[in-house]
């Protein structure tokens, strides 16, 4: 099957052309080429950028020499409002810091700890789904977004979504979606800091209102935190972990930032992997039966156990291709520090490097038939090989998302859950076909109908 991906542009346009089609979607407004190319340069009035495809260069950049080519500030500017200084947006000792108080709570010891809350929204997404079981058209992307919101909720603060003020949240963020803060003008000129950014009315209002409910929950956990009663989930491990270098914790004001990403990079993110993850087995009804039969299997006639998880090898491979297919954050970019010379060009500092896991993904000289939706192909001498080299949906080196392993059990568990529960089918008439602002969507949604499989 022939995993949809958006037409590229022509592959010489002007510079507003160009940044009218980058409004639009990100995918689209990229050249054919760079689904061959070892390296493409592109030039503008204000800087230069290059995107990078050679594994070679990827692992210099995420790997070998990180420190020399920290996040681009550009991409980030759209994203401030909401995300202040949170560590998907720091550079240097900042950065540094914070990930020495948050990788602890997401090591492989709390994962277990996580597992009944991922359990529970799964659960509760299942029971949502029955109201909708009826086998005529849906938007699985809200569906999937707010399963996704729920095991951020239970996971983070142990509450679930219907919450009040965690469903105020989840309200605040689509509404702080659709103003499209990742476009800015900051990200195209070099503006000095003083400069004001411009940012959207609607994009400001909804960063503050999410910031606001934020700063509520945070504040009401350091209260139970010194009362002695928090729960040990992840916000209480975050809260209390003081940086083995200076023994600080995180003020409210830092809480706040990292929570703010937790729920961008963990909510969004998720949410779009297990809608496309839905729609390929949809139109691949072989594998999806091969998902629930595996699920019914390891899952018997009880509730998940974390031990399951290592038995669910074709749930994993199915997640692992959608990742593939549809990263989820399909570009990231570094801007170089220091004189560089990549594959006998000369880049000069303060030059954007662009890694683009969406064209690395589908690249036509390291992947065998980079477009089609085949789960199998990590069993292959190919896959594995691309697997080790040519495979970054949670970036690589010392910035890895330090939520990979958790979406790693959150996703597949929730597709098989979900897929034990339902058979999913296409919509003839409306075929997804993606799009991408800060993360892959469905440009009208990803519809579908669904059934019940088993009574839930």
Same mark, same amino acid.
């Given at each position: 099957m022939i995993a949809p991906k958006p037409p590229a542009r022509p592959d010489r346009v002007s510079l507003w052309r160009y940044l009218r089609l980058f409004r639009a979607d990100i995918l689209s407004a990229q050249p054919a080429r760079l689904y061959g190319a070892w390296m493409a340069e592109f030039r503008t009035p204000f800087f230069r950028s290059?995107?990078?495809?050679?594994?070679?260069?990827?692992?210099?950049?995420?790997?070998?020499?990180?420190? &020399?080519?920290?996040?681009?500030?550009?991409?980030?500017?759209?994203?401030?409002?909401?995300?202040?200084?949170?560590?998907?947006?720091?550079?240097?000792?900042?950065?540094?810091?914070?990930?020495?108080?948050?990788?602890? &709570?997401?090591?492989?010891?709390?994962?277990?700890?996580?597992?009944?809350?991922?359990?529970?929204?799964?659960?509760? &997404?299942?029971?949502?789904? &029955?109201?909708?079981?009826?086998?005529?058209?849906?938007?699985?992307?809200?569906?999937?977004?707010?399963?996704?919101?729920?095991?951020?909720?239970?996971?983070?603060?142990?509450?679930?979504?219907?919450?009040?003020?965690?469903?105020?949240?989840?309200?605040?963020?689509?509404?702080?979606?659709?103003?499209?803060?990742?476009?800015?003008?900051?990200?195209?000129?070099?503006?000095?800091?003083?400069?004001?950014?411009?940012h959207r009315r609607r994009t400001r209002a909804t960063a503050r209102v999410i910031r606001g409910l934020i700063t509520r929950l945070t504040d009401a956990r350091k209260v139970e935190i010194a009362e002695g009663c928090a729960p040990d989930d992840l916000a209480t491990k975050i809260m209390t972990t003081p940086d083995p270098e200076s023994g600080a914790c995180f003020t409210t004001r830092d809480m706040v930032d990292q929570v703010a990403i937790f729920f961008l990079a963990g909510h969004e993110t998720s949410a779009s992997a297990l809608a496309w993850a839905l729609y390929l087995l949809a139109r691949s009804p072989d594998w999806q039966d091969r998902v629930a039969g595996e699920a019914e299997a390891v899952f018997g006639d009880g509730a998940p156990a974390f031990g399951d998880m290592g038995r669910l090898r074709i749930a994993r491979d199915v997640f692992r291709e959608t990742l593939r297919l549809y990263p989820p954050v399909p570009m990231m970019v570094r801007e170089t520090t220091c004189p560089e010379r990549f594959r006998d060009r000369d880049i000069a500092p303060g030059a954007q490097v662009v890694i683009s896991p969406w064209h690395l993904h589908r690249h036509t000289r390291l992947w065998n038939n980079p477009d089609v939706f085949d789960p199998a192909r990590y069993a292959t001498e190919n896959g594995a090989a691309c697997l080790r080299t040519a495979y970054i949906p949670f970036s690589a080196g010392q910035r890895v998302c330090p939520g990979a392993g958790f979406a790693m059990i959150e996703g597949p568990l929730l597709l098989a859950m979900l897929v034990r529960a339902y058979r999913v089918t296409p919509v003839a008439d409306r075929p997804a076909m993606p799009l991408a602002h800060l993360t892959v969507r469905g440009r009208d949604g990803i519809w579908l109908k669904l059934a019940p499989r088993r009574a839930c």
């Open positions: 290059y995107l990078c495809n050679e594994p070679a260069l990827v692992d210099q950049v995420l790997r070998a020499r990180p420190d &020399a080519f920290p996040k681009s500030a550009r991409v980030t500017e759209g994203l401030r409002p909401l995300l202040g200084g949170s560590v998907f947006v720091s550079n240097g000792a900042t950065w540094r810091r914070q990930r020495r108080i948050i990788d602890p &709570a997401f090591e492989g010891g709390r994962l277990r700890d996580t597992f009944p809350a991922m359990v529970a929204a799964g659960q509760g &997404a299942v029971d949502r789904l &029955a109201e909708v079981a009826d086998g005529s058209p849906h938007d699985i992307e809200l569906h999937t977004s707010h399963a996704a919101a729920d095991v951020i909720f239970r996971t983070l603060f142990s509450i679930p979504i219907e919450n009040d003020t965690a469903a105020k949240v989840f309200e605040a963020f689509k509404a702080h979606q659709r103003s499209q803060p990742v476009l800015n003008l900051a990200a195209f000129v070099p503006l000095p800091r003083w400069f004001p950014r411009f």
